[in-house]
């Protein structure tokens, strides 16, 4: 079946860097936009930011210029480099995206979502 896998996350210091990574598996024929978002404890979900099939980028006013999301076609991966990390960065990150592909007799587009990976941000 079609699914999203994140990995990437952990505990890293305030001002530090981390890489997350997701990959997109199963049978797929196509996929559109793929993006990133969090959410923390008692918060409702948002967007940190995603990127369309043609490689237009848009971010979250509190990650531009400290977030970088990026996509490798070839392997199915989105990826989002974050630097300089705040203790307010801490949260779950899910991968999100729209995906073309077949499950069972099915083959339609539809919206697909990781589990998430935690990112701790503390001292």
């Known amino acids: 079946q079609v699914q999203l896998v994140e990995s990437g996350g952990g505990l890293v210091q305030p001002g530090g860097s981390l890489r997350l990574s997701c990959e997109a598996s199963?049978?797929?024929?196509?996929?559109?936009?793929m993006g990133w978002y969090r959410q923390a404890p008692e918060k409702e979900r948002e967007l940190v930011a995603y990127?369309?099939?043609?490689?237009?980028?848009n971010y979250a006013d509190f990650v531009k210029g400290r977030f970088t999301i990026s996509r490798d076609n070839a392997k199915n991966m989105v990826y989002l480099q974050m630097s300089s990390l705040e203790p307010e960065d801490t949260a779950v990150y899910f991968c999100?995206?729209?995906?073309?592909?077949?499950?069972?007799?099915?083959?339609?587009?539809?919206?697909?979502w990781g589990k998430g990976t935690l990112v701790t941000v503390s001292s």
């Open positions: 999100n995206a729209g995906i073309r592909g077949r499950n069972g007799y099915v083959v339609d587009t539809k919206d697909y």
């Open positions: 199963g049978i797929i024929f196509s996929i559109n936009r």
């Open positions: 990127i369309t099939s043609g490689g237009t980028t």
